[in-house]
């Protein structure tokens, strides 16, 4: 295996099994692994591997793979406390956030799979959410409501 692969299974690892919140902090795990990278480097390879940072109950932001979002992320009270409102037009949803958070908000969203949902697009404070035909707006806010418990209170 050359140097990037490993390093890039290493960094996968990693972020799969700990709650990484800065590059320096990963840069220290990967250097105890026996890898020594710059940030320069480390950042590429985040960006190369699409790794986001999502809200944390307890370190504040750590980073995630794509489709792999830890359970606890996905229900933290940070990320249930920022969504302002949720309206329906049509087959469409869109998802009112504190700005800087539709991001996190939608990354839970698009890890559960929810079936009444065909696609999510997030922008700073808003996200928008695009209901498979034959589905109604209750089945959907059923749903967010099991992931988000809160907006039963919206």
């Not at 799969?16 to 590059?23: D, G, M, P, Y």
């Not at 959410?129 to 809160?150: A, G, T």
């Amino acid at each position: 295996m050359n140097p990037k692969t490993h390093r890039l299974s290493v960094i996968r690892k990693i972020i799969r099994t700990e709650h990484i919140s800065s590059q320096e902090e990963l840069i220290a795990r990967l250097e105890e692994c026996g890898i020594v990278v710059t940030q320069s480097t480390l950042s590429r390879d985040l960006k190369f591997m699409h790794v986001a940072k999502v809200p944390h109950k307890e370190k504040g932001y750590v980073y995630v793979l794509p489709n792999s979002t830890p359970t606890d992320v996905a229900v933290s009270q940070n990320i249930t406390d920022n969504i302002l409102d949720v309206s329906f037009s049509g087959n469409l949803c869109v998802i009112t956030t504190r700005p800087g958070y539709a991001s996190a908000v939608s990354v839970p969203i698009d890890s559960r799979g929810i079936s009444e949902v065909l696609g999510t697009i997030a922008g700073d404070n808003t996200i928008l959410l695009v209901l498979r035909e034959n589905y109604s707006r209750q089945e959907l806010m059923y749903q967010l409501c099991l992931l988000f418990p809160s907006l039963s209170q919206l």
